[in-house]
């Protein structure tokens, strides 16, 4: 029943490497967004999806990279991880660019 | 641009005492504002909204918030604090791509 889930919940990888974070919603909203929560628990947003498209791309480097199979999912892969990409990530969605975001449980990303 | 600050980095209070938490924002438009709730370890759950209309919302968990135009604030209180209120909280404005305050982290002495 779970409303937006991530997988996985952690992720510990070495410098250099790839990996993605999957993200579902079944709420049937058409919206989806990745944040990023840094050491100091500051929320970014980085990317928004509204139906499939890409509608926000914050500056954020082109080593990540969203994918969006469909309205229901919105993956976040990242290449050539960095020391600095250890953060929590949190996925979202929304229905409509005004709709009221519902956030999932959070990644925790740790690069060694 | 939009921006939000949330001037207390941490606050304690005693358990039963009551609670006001800050946000200022800076919008170009009517804002939309949130406030956000973090437990140790979880995700962000919304305690409540504004949009528009009445100023004085009421949330989950017995919080309210009372917007402000003139002083462009959205500040978050509670009556009584319990000690299942302690988590961080998060004033975000905006809608597609919410900008975040930095968190306020509250602890609750009993």
């Known amino acids: 029943d779970t409303a937006v889930s991530q997988t996985p919940k952690y992720l510990v990888t070495q410098m250099g490497n790839d990996k993605s974070i999957k993200c579902e919603q079944n709420l049937g909203h058409d919206t989806m967004y990745w944040y990023k929560q840094d050491s100091k628990k500051f929320l970014k947003i980085m990317f928004s999806y509204n139906n499939k498209e890409l509608i926000i791309n914050e500056t954020v480097p082109n080593r990540f990279s969203p994918k969006s199979p469909d309205k229901a999912h919105l993956n976040l892969h990242i290449n050539s991880l960095e020391l600095g990409d250890s953060a929590v990530y949190f996925c979202?969605?929304?229905?409509?660019?005004?709709?009221?975001?519902?956030f999932g449980p959070g990644t925790r990303l740790t690069v060694l | 641009a939009q921006s939000v600050t949330q001037p207390d980095i941490h606050i304690t209070v005693s358990e039963g005492a009551s609670l006001e938490l800050r946000c200022n924002y800076s919008y170009g438009a009517t804002p939309y504002l949130f406030w956000y709730v973090q437990s140790p370890g979880q995700g962000l759950q919304l305690l409540l909204k504004?949009?528009?209309?009445?100023?004085l919302v009421q949330g989950i968990k017995g919080f309210e918030a009372e917007f402000k135009r003139s002083q462009s604030s959205f500040n978050l209180r509670k009556p009584s604090v319990h000690w299942s209120d302690a988590a961080e909280y998060f004033c975000a404005v905006g809608l597609q791509g919410m900008r975040f305050g930095a968190g306020t982290r509250l602890t609750v002495k009993p």
């Open positions: 504004y949009f528009s209309g009445d100023t």
């Open positions: 979202a969605s929304s229905q409509g660019t005004s709709g009221e975001q519902f």
